[in-house]
């Protein structure tokens, strides 16, 4: 079997650095992105033939694209895009600006969808057709959670988007998608790539910067073991729509799942009582 391409954004730290170590030690061939690709510390394993450095800012479409261009010409093909660049943004709501919450949705939704967009387009070109495009939410784009209400909604708009999406997309192009939505692992993303808002005194009761410091290194995730999953994920012949990673987000799946159904048959008699009299609804 011929090894696959994958196309990882955001390797220079967490996920995206073990993911492209895992894809290597596979033996397939990875494209390894980030805002300056120099930085970037060179697997194990890694040669001119299996691995490729590029620099990819995600807000810049025409980065993007020339990204894209030296993926394929050196590869030929690409089966696996990896939507993981992004970050945290934490505080209170009331305590971000208009430009941190601009720039949240830029980064974790918008240049996340300009490159699902250019990796729809690859992947339906090539030939054979098909491939992988993964988009690493959270649980976050499942479940609200104190102090990131706009990094919540970045991730649930990657949520929603998929899902229609994958509704899209015809049969024969053979592209997969999956949301893969990971808990708390001791990556950098609750440390030094957290940004925060100014703090606001009507909100004396939270304290951001102070919960995110005693989370930062007690998260149950470890980082190498998530990457595996994700690697596995993206080779199966069958990969689900969604699937969460990590114990604590299996806990809080199936929380909220809970809670879903509860409120939904809880008013199940008021939800059901606006249709037109005499309506059927169509077989």
Not at 9 to 15: A, D, L, N
Not at 162 to 178: M, N, V
Not at 223 to 232: F, I, L, V
Request: aromatic share 10%; charged share 30%; glycine share 10%.
């Amino acid at each position: 079997m011929s090894p696959k391409v994958f196309f990882v954004t955001g390797t220079s730290t967490g996920f995206g650095a073990e993911y492209v170590k895992k894809i290597i030690a596979e033996g397939d061939h990875a494209i390894a992105t980030a805002r300056n690709s120099s930085k970037l510390e060179k697997p194990e394993g890694a040669t001119d033939k299996n691995y490729l450095a590029v620099d990819l800012d995600v807000t810049k479409k025409d980065s993007i694209d020339a990204a894209f261009k030296k993926a394929i010409e050196k590869f030929g093909r690409l089966d696996v895009v990896v939507n993981n660049a992004g970050y945290g943004l934490a505080g209170e709501f009331e305590s971000l600006s208009d430009d941190q919450i601009r720039k949240q949705m830029e980064v974790n939704f918008f240049g996340l969808i300009d490159v699902t967009r250019k990796a729809l387009e690859s992947m339906r070109e090539q030939s054979p057709q098909g491939g992988v495009i993964q988009q690493v939410t959270s649980i976050g784009g499942q479940r609200g959670v104190p102090f990131f209400s706009i990094y919540c909604a970045s991730k649930w708009a990657v949520e929603g988007y998929t899902e229609a999406l994958s509704k899209e997309l015809k049969p024969e192009w053979g592209i997969k998608l999956t949301c893969i939505e990971p808990g708390g692992f001791r990556t950098d993303w609750a440390g030094r790539s957290m940004e925060f808002g100014t703090k606001q005194t009507a909100y004396d009761h939270l304290d951001a910067k102070k919960s995110m410091e005693e989370r930062n290194g007690t998260q149950a995730g470890d980082p190498k073991k998530g990457a595996r999953c994700m690697y596995e994920l993206a080779v199966m012949d069958e990969p689900p729509l969604r699937c969460v990673i990590g114990t604590d987000a299996y806990a809080g799946i199936n929380e909220k799942l809970d809670q879903y159904r509860e409120n939904v048959k809880k008013f199940e008699k008021l939800s059901t009582s606006t249709d037109v009299d005499g309506y059927k609804a169509p077989s």
